[in-house]
């Protein structure tokens, strides 16, 4: 393991960090603070590409890569959990 000392809530989600040790109460809310911004991203992009014909159309040419940058903001596989431990 190598100790990289204190890490900036910024630098979380970047994965650049096997294990976050922290309070517990400081751990559920980064975790509550990253689900919630995923789902919302989630859905402001899809709705974006969808408010016009002309994007819509654009959403289906490129799909394949949404689909793939959608899925890496989907929490529902708990990603973010194993990085994360409240003491």
């Keep these: ?3 990289c ?3 900036e809530a910024r630098d979380i989600p970047k994965g650049e960090f096997d294990v976050v040790v922290c309070e517990g109460f400081v751990g559920n809310v980064i975790l509550k603070l990253y689900e919630g911004l995923a789902t919302t991203l989630m ?3 899809k709705d974006g590409m969808m408010s ?3 994007s819509t159309l654009g959403a289906l040419l490129s799909k394949k890569a949404l689909k793939n940058t959608l899925k890496s ?3 529902s596989d ?3 959990t194993k990085y994360i431990i409240g003491t």
């Design 78 to 80: 708990r990603e973010m």
């Design 1 to 3: 393991i190598n100790f």
């Design 73 to 75: 903001f989907d929490v």
């Design 43 to 45: 859905h402001k992009i």
């Design 52 to 54: 016009t014909k002309i």
């Design 5 to 7: 000392g204190s890490v």
